[in-house]
Structures are given as structure tokens and as C-alpha cells.
Nanobody, 126 residues
Framework: QVQLVESGGGLVQPGGSLRLSCAAS????????ICWFRQAPGKEREGVSC????????AYADSVKGRFTISRDNAKNTVYLQMNSLKPEDTAVYYC???????????????????WGQGTQVTVSS
């Protein structure tokens, strides 16, 4: 059974950092692209970042470029999202997702993605 479990969310002050984790089970993460999305209250879900089967294959939303870094540790079957210089507008529930494709889609923010985690809350506030 394919499962994705996010962790690492919390409350942080503006300018602070968090590292989110997306742990996979039921499949070997090595062979598949994993993406992060977020959804703030009253807003549509938006793509944040994606990573393919090598660290050279990454994509970022313009709003997070230069601040967020996606990476993977295949030995731990986990994908990470390092978030630095956080802003109040980064506040959202963050989800990881996959469509069990090895590639980052050209239109990666659109999906569809068949498998989603339950989400982890990130709140950026002073």
C-alpha cells in the first residue's frame, strides 16, 4: 500500500527555517518523482516544488525560489523540503504527492497525482 507521511511542520517566526519530511512506504522512493504542494485557508492548492529521480531534476514555484530546497535521501525513503527565510505568506498545510512517475512533469503544478500525504501545518507568525 502506497503511503506518504509528512512531518516537521510547526510555528516559526518570520525569517526562520523549517525542514519538512515526506516519508514513503509501500514503494521504493528511488524510482519516482515526489512533489510538495501547499494550501492556505481560503486559497487554492499550489505547487511548491518537485524532485525527480536525481537531484538535478528539480522544480520550484517562483514564490519559493532561492528560499526553499528540495532533496531526497533514498536510503531513508524520504524527501525533504528545507524552508528558509520564511514569510507569513508561507503559512499553509503542506502536502507531498506522487503519481509514481520517475519524471517531473512539464506542468508539474497541475497533476494529477494519485497519492497524497495527510499534510503538515506550517505557521509563520511573530
Amino acid at each position: 500500500q502506497v503511503q506518504l507521511v509528512e512531518s516537521g511542520g510547526g510555528l516559526v517566526q518570520p525569517g526562520g527555517s523549517l525542514r519538512l519530511s515526506c516519508a514513503a512506504s509501500g514503494f521504493t522512493l528511488d524510482y519516482y518523482a515526489i512533489c510538495w504542494f501547499r494550501q492556505a485557508p481560503g486559497k487554492e492548492r499550489e505547487g511548491v516544488s518537485c524532485i525527480g529521480t536525481s537531484d538535478d531534476s528539480t522544480a520550484y514555484a517562483d514564490s519559493v525560489k532561492g528560499r526553499f530546497t528540495i532533496s531526497r535521501d533514498n536510503a531513508k525513503n524520504t524527501v525533504y523540503l528545507q524552508m528558509n527565510s520564511l514569510k507569513p505568506e508561507d503559512t499553509a498545510v503542506y502536502y507531498c504527492a506522487t503519481d509514481l512517475s520517475p519524471f517531473v512533469r512539464a506542468r508539474w503544478t497541475k497533476g494529477p497525482y494519485n497519492y497524497w500525504g495527510q499534510g503538515t501545518q506550517v505557521t509563520v507568525s511573530s
